[in-house]
Nanobody
Framework: QVQLVESGGGSVQVGGSLSLSCVAS????????MGWFRQAPGKEREGVAV???????SYADSVKGRFTISQGNAKNTLYLQMNILEPEDTAMYYC???????????????????WGQGTQVTVSS
């Protein structure tokens, strides 16, 4: 079965940086759309950034220019580099994946098949 395990969350002050990692195992399909989502208390889950198997990326407007999503060479490791962090970035961050079929766009809608357990990011002023 597919498992996604995140790491790298923590607490940081405004303007600081954090790097999240996600290691995936159990993939059976050849191509996956992967992404990072976040959910703050009382708010809906938000798509932060996604990356297609071909390397195309999409970011939420709120993180453009500050966050960078990337994959390892083996495509089973996902990263999120977060710079210039703001208090509004405080949330539980989740790694997600879904098989990437050619007729479905890899975008930030939260209808992903597989989810990690989440890692907390807290930004204090």
């Amino acid at each position: 079965q597919v498992q996604l395990v995140e790491s790298g969350g923590g607490s940081v002050q405004v303007g600081g940086s954090l790097s999240l990692s996600c290691v995936a195992s159990g993939f059976t399909y050849s191509r996956y759309c992967m992404g990072w989502f976040r959910q703050a208390p009382g708010k809906e889950r938000e798509g932060v950034a996604v990356i297609s198997s071909g390397g195309s990326t999409s970011y939420a407007d709120s993180v453009k220019g500050r966050f960078t999503i990337s994959q390892g060479n083996a495509k089973n490791t996902l990263y999120l580099q977060m710079n210039i962090l703001e208090p509004e970035d405080t949330a539980m961050y989740y790694c997600a994946a879904r098989p990437q079929y050619y007729w479905v766009v890899c975008d930030r809608t939260p209808d992903f098949t597989y989810w990690g357990q989440g890692t907390q990011v807290t930004v204090s002023s």
